[in-house]
């Protein structure tokens, strides 16, 4: 047998381990069942309704932003090193640069045209990024929350998958899909809910926790891979991030092993109420913020994609009506696209409402 033949015969032999293995540890998982992952608080997936496709096919709201949104290059905040040990670049929709106690964490990257499995049709971008990937700082962990298509972009990943070292956080299964898009094996952990693990390197560590959502990138696949929210976890400072989810039974129980939390970013967009099981959108998301404490607000998941029936901005609009009304204690931080952020620094984060910079309305 020539050498080639063999390298060949040895890298499908460890790639057959590799997926015995990783299905071995879905099976173990107690909400894998006859080969799906399920929600335990819910046991159904998005209902698709008539009335509900209707509303696609003939929308009454202006879902696309009437002008283009205000953005700020990132490459200026990020040159000088984080006052306070926390800071942010929301980079659009679910992607963020998070800083946390000296760990660069990259979250859903996307940075595809489309959120679509097709360059010819799908959701398309209202702006463009505020930063090539090839601009980014170094960095240490990059998370894959789930692999819907507004998450996990696979060109994305490929260029990452070359251009940076940083290990690959994602849920049970979603490796498969990294490794298929050029990541190193040894480069992906994957997590169940309540596992947590370490990024290299670094003083900080990543748990799994559960979310309410379902997954899948065709219609053969679906909840066949785990979806997840997170918690980021240094010796100073911890952040939540909801990656998708409808409402979660267990965010008392988040805030009670992983809490307090010095930042919280919610998907608060993509919301209707034939969903209403598995998108949080703004309202649910006021509820979901004081379930796990309260504190500093970033909402995410919205401003990039159209992929719903609401109005561009009418989930920040919520936010910042119910928090105007007092009946939320909800220190919202709401920055531009890019727009770098202290989130403990009161001098950068403005938690005054009167001072909020309501940058939405001048797109309107």
Same mark, same amino acid.
Do not use: Q
């Given at each position: 047998m020539s050498r080639a033949s063999l390298e060949r015969e040895t890298t499908a032999a460890l790639s057959h381990e590799r997926a015995y293995a990783r299905r071995a540890?879905?099976?173990? @998982?107690?909400?894998?069942?006859?080969? !799906?992952?399920?929600? *335990?608080?819910?046991?159904?997936s998005p209902r698709v309704e008539f009335g509900v496709?209707?509303?696609?096919?003939?929308p009454r709201v202006s879902r696309r932003p009437p002008a283009a949104l205000p953005m700020i290059s990132p490459l200026d905040g990020w040159r000088d090193p984080p006052r306070t040990g926390l800071r942010t670049a929301w980079l659009g929709h679910s992607t963020v640069l998070l800083e946390i106690d000296g760990a660069r964490i990259l979250?859903?990257?996307?940075? @595809?045209?489309?959120?679509?499995?097709? !360059?010819?049709?799908? *959701?398309k971008r209202f702006h463009e990024p505020p930063v090539a990937i090839a601009s980014l700082p170094p960095?240490?962990?990059?998370?894959?929350?789930?692999d819907h298509y507004d998450h996990l972009d696979a060109a994305a990943v490929r260029l990452l998958a070359t251009t940076s070292q940083a290990r690959f956080f994602t849920a049970l299964g979603v490796g498969a899909r990294l490794e298929g898009f050029g990541v190193p094996h040894d480069r992906i952990t994957e997590l169940d809910w309540w596992e947590e693990a370490p990024i290299p390197g670094t003083d900080v560590a990543i748990a799994a926790t559960p979310a309410q959502h379902f997954s899948g990138r065709g219609p053969f696949d679906r909840n066949t891979t785990l979806w997840a929210s997170y918690v980021f976890r240094g010796p100073r400072?911890?952040?939540?991030?909801?990656?998708?989810?409808?409402?979660?039974p267990t965010l008392p129980l988040i805030r009670k092993r992983f809490g307090p939390f010095d930042l919280i970013l919610l998907e608060v967009g993509a919301f209707h109420p034939a969903w209403g099981d598995i998108h949080l959108g703004p309202w649910q998301a006021m509820e979901a913020h004081r379930a796990l404490g309260g504190g500093p607000f970033l909402p995410v998941h919205w401003s990039t994609f159209d992929l719903a029936l609401h109005t561009w901005d009418e989930p920040i609009?919520?936010?910042?009506?119910?928090?105007?009304?007092?009946?939320?204690?909800?220190?919202?931080?709401?920055?531009?696209?890019?727009e770098v952020r202290d989130v403990l620094d009161p001098d950068d984060i403005r938690r005054s409402l009167a001072r909020l910079d309501a940058w939405w309305r001048e797109v309107r």
């Open positions: 540890r879905m099976e173990r @998982a107690p909400h894998f069942i006859e080969g !799906r992952f399920v929600n *335990p608080a819910v046991l159904s496709l209707r509303e696609f096919f003939a979250t859903d990257p996307v940075w @595809a045209d489309r959120a679509s499995p097709t !360059r010819l049709a799908g *959701p960095l240490d962990a990059i998370l894959v929350s789930h400072h911890r952040v939540f991030f909801s990656g998708d989810t409808g409402p979660e609009v919520v936010l910042e009506e119910g928090a105007r009304d007092g009946k939320f204690d909800l220190p919202l931080v709401a920055p531009r696209i890019g």
